[in-house]
Nanobody, 130 residues
Framework: QVQLAESGGGSVQPGGSLTISCGIT??????????LGWFRQAPGKEREGIGI???????AYVDSVKGRFTITKDNEKKTLTLQMTRLKPEDTAMYYC??????????????????????WGQGTQVAVSA
């Protein structure tokens, strides 16, 4: 059974940086096709996909975070990381990591983001304000 747990959220001033992590238990390094992703949900808004990384390490991002956010994975430590820079107040949200280890998604085929992911963390709050 795969379980995900986010950590590292907090408060930061606009223009600042923050890194949040997701520890993934149950992730078997023998799995060759998978997708990992980050999502966020701001108060009163729908959940939004931020970006994904596939089992080959290729990434994709939503336009609003391109050039500011970076997703990386560590197969040995079984972690997924979201590095956020040049943060804006509109980045304030609960951030969730997600995984698809079913093999349905894989290299070059991690989508659609809203439908693919079946395993989710509980979320970590990020607040950006002066």
């Amino acid at each position: 059974q795969v379980q995900l747990a986010e950590s590292g959220g907090g408060s930061v001033q606009p223009g600042g940086s923050l890194t949040i992590s997701c520890g993934i238990t149950g992730w078997r390094t023998t799995w060759r096709k998978y997708c990992l992703g980050w999502f966020r949900q701001a108060p009163g808004k729908e959940r939004e996909g931020i970006g994904i990384v596939d089992s080959d390490g290729s990434t994709a991002y939503v336009d609003s975070v391109k050039g500011r956010f970076t997703i990386t994975k560590d197969n040995e430590k079984k972690t997924l990381t979201l590095q956020m820079t040049r943060l804006k107040p509109e980045d304030t949200a609960m951030y969730y990591c997600a995984a698809d280890f079913t093999g349905e998604g894989g290299p070059g085929n991690c989508g659609p983001w809203d439908d693919l992911f079946g395993d989710w963390g509980q979320g970590t709050q990020v607040a950006v304000s002066a």
